[in-house]
């Protein structure tokens, strides 16, 4: 009996946990497009679909897994992510920028935990010695700004520095989106702490970085969950 059907479907099959990811994509792109003409009207709903949409993704690629271990931990740093996303929507009555801390917060030591126990392949490299100098260097420039959320900020900076770090250890396509996600919270704490500094522009860039970072990650992640190399 010809084998030849089999290695077919084997070749196709694997790669549709890839497809999840298409609403995520297509509304990633209309949010960081309102941001950029500031259409806000549309830019926070759309804000409010995201997480979701990626936790909706990452559950169509770990099917037939997602009561594992793992799986808890991508959907806790993504829900956390989501009230971050959310804070003044869905706590209004809450001050907004320590929810958002402490939401995020919540969410990196998930990912610090899904990464280096379910996704490492290598130890350190030696350019991650540049987290802990971006941590210092951030807490330099931005400390005169922070007053009474200064121990807040910095504890923060640790854990984003510590996903970043994290990422690191792991395959090119997570090591990028931990660099992106530094990179959005680092143009995000100088609109915040520093605004007479940044265009208007850098909340688009803040938002495309976000999503690209968050994305890569979980890609990333299910790309090595599911051990292969080649995209299944």
Same mark, same amino acid.
């Given at each position: 009996?010809?084998?030849?059907?089999?290695?077919?479907?084997?070749?196709?099959?694997?790669?549709?946990?890839?497809?999840?990811?298409?609403?995520?994509?297509?509304?990633?792109?209309?949010?960081? /497009?309102?941001?950029?003409?500031?259409?806000?009207?549309?830019?926070?709903?759309?804000?409010?679909?995201?997480?979701?949409?990626?936790?909706?993704?990452?559950?169509?690629?770990?099917?037939?897994?997602?009561?594992?271990?793992?799986?808890?931990?991508?959907?806790? /740093?993504?829900?956390?992510?989501?009230?971050?996303?959310?804070?003044?929507?869905?706590?209004?009555?809450?001050?907004?920028?320590?929810?958002?801390?402490?939401?995020?917060?919540?969410?990196?030591?998930?990912?610090?935990?899904?990464?280096?126990?379910?996704?490492?392949?290598?130890?350190?490299?030696?350019?991650?010695?540049?987290?802990?100098?971006?941590?210092?260097?951030?807490?330099?420039?931005?400390?005169? $700004?922070?007053?009474?959320? /200064?121990?807040?900020?910095?504890?923060?900076?640790?854990?984003?520095?510590?996903?970043?770090?994290?990422?690191?250890?792991?395959?090119?396509?997570?090591?990028?989106?931990?660099?992106?996600?530094?990179?959005?919270?680092?143009?995000?704490?100088?609109?915040?702490?520093?605004?007479?500094?940044?265009?208007?522009?850098?909340?688009?860039?803040?938002?495309?970085?976000?999503?690209?970072?968050?994305?890569?990650?979980? $890609?990333?992640?299910?790309?090595?969950?599911?051990?292969?190399?080649?995209?299944?």
């Amino acid at each position: 009996m010809s084998t030849a059907p089999v290695r077919d479907q084997t070749r196709v099959l694997p790669r549709r946990w890839w497809w999840g990811f298409v609403p995520f994509a297509a509304m990633s792109a209309v949010h960081v /497009a309102a941001r950029a003409v500031e259409a806000d009207w549309l830019a926070g709903p759309a804000k409010l679909t995201l997480m979701p949409l990626l936790a909706a993704a990452a559950l169509w690629g770990l099917r037939g897994r997602w009561r594992n271990g793992p799986a808890v931990l991508v959907l806790a /740093a993504l829900f956390f992510s989501w009230i971050g996303d959310g804070a003044a929507a869905f706590l209004p009555a809450l001050p907004e920028l320590p929810v958002m801390l402490g939401a995020f917060g919540i969410a990196h030591l998930c990912y610090i935990r899904l990464l280096w126990k379910y996704a490492s392949v290598h130890g350190f490299p030696r350019w991650a010695l540049v987290f802990p100098l971006w941590w210092a260097a951030m807490l330099v420039v931005l400390w005169p $700004a922070l007053g009474s959320l /200064a121990p807040a900020v910095a504890l923060y900076g640790l854990v984003l520095g510590g996903t970043a770090a994290t990422a690191a250890r792991c395959s090119p396509l997570i090591a990028a989106g931990g660099l992106l996600f530094l990179a959005s919270d680092t143009i995000l704490s100088f609109r915040i702490f520093m605004p007479e500094s940044m265009p208007d522009i850098t909340s688009a860039l803040v938002m495309l970085t976000y999503c690209a970072g968050q994305g890569m990650i979980i $890609a990333g992640f299910l790309r090595a969950f599911r051990g292969t190399g080649d995209g299944t």
